[in-house]
């Protein structure tokens, strides 16, 4: 197969030109400066590009959702970040917002309605089920067929947002032994980075959170660690490194395990 | 007669007495900010079927869901017999019901096989607590109090349920006397069992025994029916409101704060103009409890301290001193406080509210920044308190009026403000990861 370069389309570009997309990918903070999870976006542009989905990224003009500020009391920035986000979504006259994390997921769907921005706002793992039920995406490769994968929830596509159907089925589609956590769904337990806790140092404790619940997923003895969110990913990433176990088990978002079964 | 008059004396004591604490303790709710909730009806009682009456949220955790149904289920069923002993003490009368003949003798029996199940209940209930000592009824914020708490709860109820059945026992006794009047109505099912051990007795013991029992019984309720306010069992009243009035929206979204949006637009908006001109001083975030919600408050009287929001709190199993329970238990603490002193008539200087500690001398900082907004705990309370809500009210005082947040947080604050994310890289280089994006090319 030949290798060829995605050109991202950029929002502002394209409604120079007069062109609307169907879709807006939000990339967010961590997708566009975490080493690691700018593969996932990589990985989901790739996913968009295959399906010749229209869309277009909002680039530099990107900026906060206000999820972490609004989390640890900063009400008047995350307003601030809101409303001057709105202002520019609508603008481009936004209506669909696909994004792979779901604190913007919960802050664009919940919180952004609270100042008249209202979107239609899809998860990526949402939108792969819906993609791969309708059989575009085909994911039937052998790739992880030796191999058990176990899905750890994000409290806000979870608990917060009661999904916790789409990414099981996308992985459900995808050959491989599924084995769940102890604690899931429901009662998954936190990675430990949410509400502000990724920008600060823990309290004192007995213990981390991230590494309890990294514990909890090697329990299932899984090669594959699948998460669906940046925090989770850096959690779950530094969890595995910390049991020293880099080389026999794999964290990959949901995104990068269907790219790799579809081997584009 | 005579023990009709002192019978109706102690029942309106009762209810007096009851009505007052029960008042205060609404006035104590309407303490916090008002705030309106009468939205999707339907929905809401459809809630308070499923998930008040239901207990749909309980099985979670099987077994003290089943013991919790057999108490429950007593305990409403137990009280239609409480029916018959009310008028049977206003009007004087004797197991007035009786004349419906084998049926009553069959709803009898039905009511004493309930009162086996809450004792069952109640006993593991407590072995669980004292012996087993289950480590969530353990937890630091259940010092001696609230553990006494419940044990009062549970032995009162046993010995209750005790007294109904040693009553019914020897009333079948003496039905069988011929030197007493009581109404034959046969012995009822399960109190038959413990008939051996009084059927020795004299006949003016048993109905000493009978007597003491009824009046022990409809007494212990009354001082119970008092108790209950003044303890974590109030959520037996407070849980179907509280289910109601819970929150219908996403766990996921956090309340708005429209007194920051007026901010905002003013700085945003070059001609937003500040329609409502009224200077009234409000406090960001919450301080004290006037600065929470009725809501939150009643969220207080409703926790019933069963520490399934602190089992299932991430902070909590990995040793943080963050304890979601711990949080509405003070909240109530501190509201009982300050309702003390202001409805206290012989208020003094000192009783003024300004003097008043505040949810911070309960609640210290290390506790609310430990919080990973999971909404595990709301999502465990079986009765749908919000104690996260609290949580993050309370970081919002930290952050807008006392700028108190954790250092890296405030560094974190800054970069989002500066160069929108909240890492110090520049808005210019949020498409660095878009360069080298190839299909079909090998992933790392």
Known sequence: MEKRKIDIPVMADLFAKNEKPEYLFWVGSAGAFDDRYKNVVRAFVKILTHLGVSYAVLGTEESSTGDVARRAGNEMLFQMQAMMNIELLNGYEVKKILTCDPHAYNTFKNEYPQYDGNYQVIHHTQFLRDHIEAGNLKVNSAIFKEKTITYHDPCYLGRANGEYAAPRKVLDFIPSEKKEMKRNKNNALCCGAGGGQMFKEAEEGDKEIFIERTEEALETGADIIATACPYCMAMITDGIKYKNKVEEVKNYDIAEIVVLSLGI | ?444
């Not at chain 2, 409502?276 to 004290?288: L, Q, R, S, Y």
């Not at chain 2, 290390?366 to 949580?391: G, H, K, Q």
């Open chain 2, 1 to 444: 007669m005579f023990t009709s008059i002192i019978f109706i004396l102690i029942l309106s004591g009762a209810i007096v007495v009851f009505y007052r604490k029960v008042r205060k303790i609404t006035r104590s709710i309407k303490l916090g900010k008002d705030i309106v909730i009468n939205d999707n009806i339907l929905l809401r009682w459809k809630r308070v079927l499923f998930i008040a009456i239901g207990q749909q949220k309980m099985l979670q955790r099987p077994i003290a869901a089943l013991l919790h149904i057999f108490v429950y289920a007593g305990f409403i069923i137990v009280n239609i017999e409480m029916c018959e002993i009310l008028i049977d003490g206003v009007a004087g009368t004797h197991r007035l019901f009786s004349f419906f003949g084998g049926f009553y003798g069959i709803m009898v029996s039905i009511f004493e096989l309930f009162a086996i199940t809450v004792m069952f209940g109640c006993a593991v209930f407590l072995i669980r607590r004292n012996i087993l000592r289950i480590k969530r009824f353990w937890n630091k914020e259940m010092t001696l109090w609230p553990r006494s708490d419940a044990n009062i709860i549970l032995i009162t109820e046993l010995l209750l349920m005790s007294a109904i059945l040693i009553m019914n026992a020897t009333d079948g006794i003496l039905q069988t006397r011929p030197d007493s009047h009581y109404v034959k109505v046969g012995s009822f099912m399960i109190s038959s069992i413990i008939q051996p051990i009084f059927s020795g007795l004299p006949s003016s013991s048993l109905i000493f025994t009978e007597r003491f029992c009824w009046w022990f019984h409809i007494i212990g309720v009354f001082i119970f029916l008092n108790y209950i306010p003044y303890s974590k069992h109030f959520h037996v009243f407070l849980s179907f409101p509280n289910v109601y009035y819970s929150k219908l929206r996403p766990a996921g979204e956090m309340a708005n704060m429209p007194s920051i949006t007026k901010e905002v637009k003013l700085m945003l908006e070059e001609n937003y103009s500040d329609q409502d001109d009224d200077n009234e001083e409000v406090t960001f975030g919450a301080k004290t409890i006037r600065d929470l919600t009725w809501k939150h408050l009643m969220d207080a009287y409703t926790c019933t301290e069963c520490g399934r929001c602190t089992s299932s709190c991430p902070a909590n199993i990995t040793g943080k001193k963050l304890s979601p329970r711990k949080i509405v238990m003070d909240t109530r603490d501190n509201l009982e406080e300050i309702a003390d002193k202001l409805f206290n008539k012989k208020r003094s200087e000192k009783d003024d509210e300004q003097n008043a500690r505040s949810l911070f001398d309960f609640i210290s900082a290390e506790e609310l920044w430990a919080c990973t907004t999971c909404n595990a705990c709301t999502y465990e309370c079986p009765v749908n308190i919000d104690p996260l809500a609290i949580i993050l009210e309370m970081r919002r005082y930290l952050v807008l009026e006392e700028s108190a947040a954790p250092g890296p947080l405030n560094n974190t604050f800054s970069n989002i403000e500066n160069n929108g994310a909240p890492w110090q890289f520049s808005q210019e280089d949020r498409m660095e990861w878009a360069k080298d994006v190839y299909m079909n090319g090998i992933m790392e």
